[in-house]
């Protein structure tokens, strides 16, 4: 093809640094309490944020982040030529009943927890294609609308596995440009399903970590690059057993990120906030990377961030009908120029 | 921005004619007897199509599709660089579980019934962009899955409304090139989400067709061509009710598309087949287009399409939480170069 932006199998180098130009985050209590709540725009204290459902909670909170996102870099809807966006919803209704009052062409997304860096890495390939000048992308998550959705009505009082991760409530929105400095997306690796037929919907951190270590050693292998290259390689939300297994499979492979790897779902709640291993959702990667890593790229703290986003591609019917779990991972690099 | 392919508010012109090098379509028993029947590349007169349930039946279905796709085009999975697809499931099972056997990097999408005009808007950007060389788009529904999820269990014999519509079981793929002749992607128009506080999920061919005449006006607009550029305007399954609500309310703004307009939701059923107001799901458009509109391009019989594909992006929680119905219209242009 002409003018290839693909390197490799599943990597794209993009011809110049698309700046993030903002992003924003918006959280519930539990998050705002955790370690980093400090870094986030808005913290819910309010599961039902004044709606008559969590659903339509979950859709505000989307709506909320947008705003933000649109006030800090200073722009309107009728700068933004697309949005990207999804959630874990049956329909991704959260996401779409959000665009309903966002007057801009809407591509939904459906990555179940690698939603985030799946709109970025779509938004990257819109600007830098010369398709968009300003691109939005979303994602979101919320506790109760995902454990009445995959799992138990909470009222049920389910005791939890201790390899369980908690579903983070909160959205993600940033706004992505064609041209201009700061923390810039310049590179994305697209992932691939996996499904090494682990069936275990309470250990979900074991069944994305395949997908994970996939991806990640196929961004190393497609850019040549080693581990060193970043300050921060992080995953979605794999959690503290998914991480575990993700660091030993990247070991085995003879990937050492012992210095420089984390992942969002460990990072955003502490231990002792009963969340067994972790965080999950849209919402984690997406808000720990608004809130978090964003602010530390703009800051000087880091130059070079990895985000790769995890999702695990089941839905309660496939469980219900003995299929094992499919993963996928999206990585996007950001980095400051 | 630099080189800006984009046209207006919400379309954009590929900056040379993107090939569809392939396109298959494999459908249930009664679209095979429908008038469309003979245009279909397979029939599958098992509806559980010798798998375990309904929802694994649909996942083959885009397995075949794609096996079908790739063989038409004598290509192997190692020749996509891009998959991009979607259907009307809960966490878009039947994509996500077809994926698993395609080992090339994949988007998984939602859009509802509009998800196959949004793959193949989104592969136009990646080949123009000069991200891929060939990428694969996918979209399925199935009736069976379609009834359980979003209304009753067939078993239960609900009496079916006028205006209800019978979703199409079937796949599409096809496969998208960077250059070339043939049928070729020329121009998108990406939908905005439209909700006009229609309620009855009874009647989703009048909720969807503001969303499409939405599309529809703002491609005449952007572009600055009238109804008479094309041989066939299709829109994907308003069904007879919503294509006569689109009709007049085109008319009203001035356009007359009586020569060229008609839908897939329409063209695919007798009505004599019990269907009531005509097929949906995103089988509909994605078959009707891979297995009729793609071979009369082929053949001369057209020489300019615009495939219109129409979402209803509800759920039944959002309809059962009081929510009216938003909707979207994704529009590509198919021309014979």
Known sequence: MAQSKKVGQQTFLFSRPLPILSAASVVGKKEGEGPLGGYFDQVVTDPIFGEKSWEKAESKMVQSAIGLALKKANLAYGDLDFMFGGDLLNQIIASNFAARDVPVPFYG??????????????????????????????????????????????????????????????????????????????????????????????????????????????????????????????????????????????????????RNYTDCGVLIFRPDQDVHAGGSGCACSGAVFSGYFYSGLLSGKWRKVLLVSTGALLSPTSYQQGESIPCIAHAVSVEKV
Not at 121 to 131: E, P, Q, V, Y
Not at 168 to 173: D, P, R
Not at 233 to 247: F, H, N, P, Q, R
């Open 109 to 258: 997304l459906f990555g179940a927890c690698s939603t985030f860096a799946e709109a970025l890495s779509l938004a990257g390939i819109t600007l830098d294609g010369g398709f968009a000048a300003r691109t939005l992308v979303t994602a979101s998550s919320h506790y109760q609308t995902a454990e009445r959705q995959y799992r138990f009505p909470t009222e049920l009082g389910v005791q939890r596995k201790p390899t369980a991760q908690w579903t983070v409530t909160g959205a993600a929105a940033a706004v992505i440009g064609e041209s201009g400095s700061g923390a810039a997306l310049t590179c994305a690796t697209a992932g691939k399903v996996v499904d090494m037929g682990i069936k275990d919907v309470n250990d979900m951190g074991s069944a994305m970590a395949p997908a994970a270590v996939a991806t990640i050693k196929q961004h190393f292998v497609d850019t040549g690059r080693s581990p060193d290259y970043y300050d921060v390689i992080a995953t979605g939300d794999l959690g503290s057993v998914g991480k575990a297994l993700a660091e030993d499979m990247l070991a085995e492979a003879g990937y050492d990120l012992s």
